[in-house]
């Protein structure tokens, strides 16, 4: 089994309207090999009110998660985003940027099994007993989706692909509280 | 006296279908006293004179309004003068600068430190003969009957060679651990693990099991 680096990036906005952003770098065991984060950012009034709605995607896709990427030096084979906002970046760089969930409905007949829901989104199933996995790709990459598939059941039978998610978003929150503090 | 029902009885005979309605001496005289106080009374009539239409002369006419010739002398030509302008002197402009145009990144060992979480498997999608024979496993490797083993849950996967410590709690369903780093050589076997509970002791017992 090929030895895959899986990447993981999310942003954090606090109560206080502070963003922090950060991408983790796993091996094929969940075990961490590189993290990153940005700096606290706190936009002032003034450019809350210039960039309105695009806030929001514009701190997190273009701004922190392109200086994040470019700063990491170990390189991810896949990076798992939170949302479709960082799909935009998938044109800058050379590994497939992918949506992962639980889906909530019977298991597959078997692991390996997989569903197409669309062009660019399918249901596999890792691991027996369990509920499938959901896998989205941008749809402008949607020919990826088969060796992304390929890449997830692999990884699936030594980490749990979804939870590194949640170590990210618990380090963001306690780096944002702490910056809130200071 | 306002008009009301006139009082009846009734009396049921026997052996007749229905009542029958019975009105005394009493009610008829009452009757009439109320057909009398229904009809209205006669208005009564005054007439009154009008009062008398005179008429009315007006003793003072309008007046003669006297008139006067006004003198108009010819208005004066108005002054112009010319209003100097300044040349416009040139706006400054200001160029807002956006604070996060370029943000800074950091590395940290920060998640070095933090565990791998393992939430527990849905069992309802657990066959009951796998569980079941899960159970008596447990009951079997520490010698226990099969109902004295609840069984807490079952994790996976988990490369149960690295593992370098390893917490369970039962009550938020989750199990805890870190990972050593493997080696390049060997590849690591991972496993599903599940979590029982002993009701003798209240000990937490675990065994493994094959991913698939």
Do not use: W
Request: proline share 7%; hydrophobic share 35%.
């Amino acid at each position: 089994m090929p030895e895959y680096k899986v990447g993981y990036i999310d942003t954090y906005r606090s109560d206080r309207n502070v963003f922090v952003g950060g991408a983790l770098v796993t091996d094929c065991y969940g075990i961490p090999l590189e993290f990153r984060h940005t700096d606290p950012v706190s936009p002032t009034k003034m450019e809350q009110i210039l960039y309105g709605k695009a806030l929001d995607r514009y701190l997190k896709a273009d701004t922190m998660a392109n200086a994040l990427l470019k700063e990491l030096s170990a390189k991810p084979d896949l990076l798992v985003v939170p949302d479709e906002s960082y799909f935009t970046l998938t044109r800058s760089y050379h590994y497939p940027f992918v949506q992962l969930g639980v889906v909530r409905r019977e298991p597959l007949p078997k692991p390996g099994d997989f569903q197409e829901v669309s062009e660019n989104e399918m249901f596999l199933q890792v691991l027996s007993h369990r509920e499938p996995v959901r896998i989205r790709v941008d749809r402008k990459n949607a020919p990826t989706l088969v060796s992304v598939k390929g890449m997830v059941f692999e990884l699936g039978r030594t980490m749990d692909v979804i939870e590194p998610m949640s170590r990210v978003a618990d380090a963001l929150k306690t780096l944002a509280d702490d910056s809130g503090r200071s | 006296m306002s008009p009301r029902s006139i009082p009846t009885k009734e009396f049921k005979f026997t052996g007749l279908p229905g009542t029958v309605r019975v009105e005394t001496m009493a009610d008829r005289e009452l009757e009439s006293k109320l057909v009398a106080l229904e009809q209205p009374e006669p208005a009564a009539r005054e007439v009154k004179p009008f009062l008398v239409v005179r008429v009315v002369e007006s003793k003072i006419g309008p007046e003669k309004v006297t008139a006067r010739n006004v003198k108009i002398s010819k208005m004066a030509a108005p002054k112009v003068s010319r209003l100097k302008l300044e040349p416009l002197k040139s706006v400054k402009g200001h160029l807002f600068k956006f604070s996060f145009r370029e943000i800074g990144t950091s590395f940290s060992g920060m998640m070095d430190k933090k565990s791998i979480t393992r939430e527990m498997l849905d069992l309802k999608y657990y066959p009951y003969p796998l569980l079941s024979e899960i159970i008596s496993e447990m009951a079997e490797k520490n010698q226990v009957g099969f109902s004295q083993v609840k069984l807490v849950g079952i994790f996976d996967p988990i490369p149960s060679e690295l593992i370098s410590s390893i917490k369970l709690d039962s009550y938020s369903g989750k199990l805890k651990f870190t990972l050593s780093r493997p080696d390049r050589k060997k590849k690591p076997r991972c496993v599903r693990m599940a979590y029982g509970r002993l009701r003798t002791d209240d000990r937490i017992v675990q065994i493994v099991l094959p991913l698939n």
